[in-house]
């Protein structure tokens, strides 16, 4: 899910990557495709501005810093700005009284390296983000307690989906978007009441008062089996701290607290940029489609990436990338600056009613709709109602199926011939990790022959009405991807049974 449209990962690394894997992954991208040679490594951007003759050129001039002091200045026709916005750690000391007191050590999760140090002591994380989690986990296994204090709580989900399969592969179709669209107060109780099976979030002290889909959720396998084996503890906000002790707001205090980490996010800032350049509308940046700037005389400038979502970032900042570069180079054009404005303004507004916390999050998008949406207007959108009609095999996978990037390779500029053959195969290469033993399968189970598979998918009709007799309505419709994955499913031969 996470992988570059044209080159999918080896199929022997895991599908969820350690991030020396994913190292792995990016060097193996920049070989293929060359790219090193246009890398400049160990360099800081000082500043960007505008040439003289910007509104004829649209060039900027950038002025770069190696690490050994020297500066040079280079003229370029173009500028993406790709840092993100996990730059500057958010620390908000003044929200926590009596901080400049406290006897022990505090810092941000961004100093966070590993538990070493922590043993024997009693920790207090302050913040239920994805960092926050991991800490309080990570912590736990030597600390003596670890108290994770938490606003507003937080849905969590684990990295394992149904049937062992990874957690980002299920209920991301196209189909799955529909249901959503058409359906969203159902669709997001269903979601949550199948969360709660796992574990009861409101027993767990993380139920949290948002919809599942208007925050991005805590992504943590260990959390809940921590909290349940007592080694983390969930707390409401700090009210005060005096001392060495840590006062609730729900009255409860915990002394002789020896480490404090704030894992309450960060804030953003372009410092290298001319100030004013880009512009906030409410908490977010004033960006048309989040990517360009609408006050530029030329559009020769892109921030990339600056994006959250439920999802992968990679298929969406390489999705900006490519429209990027096809403005730049005057392929497409961009609409006036009053249109993109009063864009902005309608996305704002979509923003502040559908999601929660948008300090921390200034610019999150659906992900299948705004890749959706920027495709379109690239050209590489795939025709669904083409691939049912004439490769109903590929059709099927794109619109049951996770979305993978791959699907922004089928058609339109920048096509690639082995898209089809990567939608096709997904499965084989998530299986392909899991063949470190080969299972044998039990005596009484017996496999699906090929031509009854393909006289299944011819009779879909069939198949629904015996899947309704087979399975409740409710466990039907709480995984619409269902369907899929007992037509497309990895064959038995695929996962290794004999």
């Not at 390296?113 to 986990?137: F, H, M, P, T, Y």
């Not at 949550?192 to 993380?206: A, M, P, T, V, W």
């Not at 509308?281 to 990517?291: A, I």
């Not at 049912?388 to 089928?410: A, F, M, S």
Request: charged share 20%; proline share 7%; hydrophobic share 40%.
């Amino acid at each position: 899910m996470m992988s570059y449209s044209d080159f999918p990962p080896p199929a022997h690394l895991p599908n969820n990557m350690h991030h020396s894997q994913l190292l792995i992954y990016l060097r193996l991208y920049a070989e293929t495709f060359d790219l090193f040679k246009h890398i400049v490594f160990q360099t800081t951007v000082v500043s960007v501005r505008q040439r003289p003759d910007f509104p004829v050129s649209g060039q900027w001039e950038v002025e770069t810093e190696r690490t050994e002091g020297q500066r040079e200045s280079q003229v370029f026709d173009a500028v993406m700005v790709c840092t993100g916005h996990f730059t500057q750690p958010h620390l908000p000391l003044k929200d926590f009284p009596g901080i400049e007191e406290f006897e022990g050590r505090y810092l941000h999760s961004w100093e966070y390296r590993s538990a070493e140090g922590l043993q024997g002591k009693r920790v207090v994380v302050v913040g239920i983000g994805n960092s926050g989690g991991d800490i309080a986990v990570d912590a736990s296994r030597v600390a003596e307690q670890v108290y994770l204090s938490t606003r507003k709580g937080a849905w969590v989900v684990s990295r394992v989906g149904a049937g062992g399969l990874p957690g980002d592969l299920v209920g991301t179709s196209r189909l799955d978007k529909l249901l959503q669209k058409l359906f969203p107060s159902w669709i997001t109780w269903m979601m949550e009441k199948n969360l709660n099976q796992s574990f009861d979030h409101r027993l767990y002290g993380l139920q949290p008062k948002h919809g599942f889909f208007a925050q991005i959720p805590v992504v943590n396998d260990d959390l809940p089996g921590r909290i349940i084996s007592g080694r983390v503890l969930i707390k409401p906000n700090i009210g005060e701290i005096r001392g060495s002790s840590v006062a609730f707001e729900d009255g409860s205090v915990v002394d002789k607290v020896d480490v404090v980490v704030f894992a309450t996010g960060y804030n953003y800032d372009f410092p290298f940029l001319p100030s004013g350049l880009l512009a906030n509308s409410s908490h977010r940046l004033s960006l048309y489609r989040n990517v360009f700037p609408p006050g530029l005389a030329r559009p020769s400038l892109a921030v990339v990436g600056f994006v959250c979502n439920l999802g992968a970032i990679n298929p969406l900042a390489e999705m900006q990338a490519r429209w990027a570069t096809r403005v730049f180079k005057g392929l497409l054009t961009l609409p006036s600056e009053e249109a993109m404005l009063q864009d902005i303004k309608r996305d704002t507004s979509t923003l502040q009613n559908r999601f929660a916390c948008l300090e921390r999050h200034p610019l999150q998008v659906d992900h299948i709709p705004y890749l959706d949406s920027m495709a379109e207007e690239l050209g590489v959108r795939p025709n669904l109602l083409g691939l049912l009609l004439r490769e109903p095999g590929v059709g099927l996978r794109v619109l049951l199926g996770p979305c993978t990037p791959y699907q922004y390779r089928l058609r339109g500029p920048g096509q690639w011939d082995g898209a089809r053959q990567a939608i096709l195969t997904q499965w084989e290469r998530v299986a392909q990790p899991f063949r470190t033993r080969m299972a044998a399968q039990p005596e009484s189970k017996t496999r699906a022959s090929c031509s009854l598979r393909l006289t299944l998918t011819l009779s879909g009709a069939v198949l629904l009405l015996t899947l309704y007799t087979r399975h409740s309505l409710s466990s039907l419709l709480s995984h619409p991807t269902g369907l899929l994955y007992k037509l497309y499913s990895p064959s038995e031969t695929m996962w290794g049974w004999k």
